[in-house]
């Protein structure tokens, strides 16, 4: 009998991806399909699937805030699916996962993983059925355990300063493929039609961070700056400022298409202070 899924993912290609490497596999069939954390404990609650692809970062409820939801009493008679988290973080980022119960798939997604991954969820399942007999809440518990203490690794890990990471790296998504970027090699980061856009002086692409704000929380403050509520520089790459009107200011960048940058009047006083102005 094939596992029930369910595909959870804010991007449609993300989840494209998934469902067309599930539909290669017999051993399962994709029940439903979500874009964001609301909609995954709904359609958990309805589907009660065998396992559940879940995006890390979502809008709205995050994977781990859909977790800590399915941890809750209102599902305290429901079997608990397999939760496999679906990330973009680095290998040092995914290593709580290692250890642990929950497994997780590195985006972009490789077939090979993904079958070990059916392979684990099946042999599971076939644990908990032989195991029906024994009193529910003591599986339970045990997992609610293991679980939490995932989610507070994890949480750690994310919100740790920048000098404790292992890694000065930032996932930069460009032509389909996932770049590792040096933070000294960004030169802005502004927010558009939703999405954070990063600009290096030869690529362009997006942030899988959600707001500035959480870009901000990776990089370092010494040498980023956020010069506006929409823009974020790196100082190491203005090229010129130039002045506007009303006695404001635009920072000209030196990425390839010598992009100019508002900086606010609140931000002002700080620009003249940097560059003596």
Known sequence: MPLKAIIVDDEALAREELEYLLNSMDSVEIAAQGSNGIEAVNLIREHQPDIVFLDVQMPGLDGFAVMKRLLS??????????????????????????????????????????????????ARRQQSEEAAQAPATDTRDARLDS?????????????????????????MRAQQRLLLIDQKDICFASTEEGSIQIATQHVEGRSNCRTLDELMELLDPEMFWRVHRSHMVNIQHIREVVPWFKSSYQLRMDDKKATEIPVSRSQTKRLRELFNL
């Open 73 to 122: 009493p209102e599902f305290k008679k429901m079997r608990l699916p397999e939760i496999v988290f679906a990330t973009a973080f680095d290998r040092y980022a995914v290593r709580a996962f290692e250890v642990n119960a929950i497994d997780y798939l590195l985006k972009p997604f490789d077939r090979a993983r993904l079958q070990k991954t059916i392979e684990k969820a099946k």
């Open 147 to 171: 679980l939490m203490k995932l989610l507070e690794q994890q949480a750690v890990q994310i919100n740790a300063p920048v000098a404790s990471r292992p890694t000065s790296k930032v996932v």
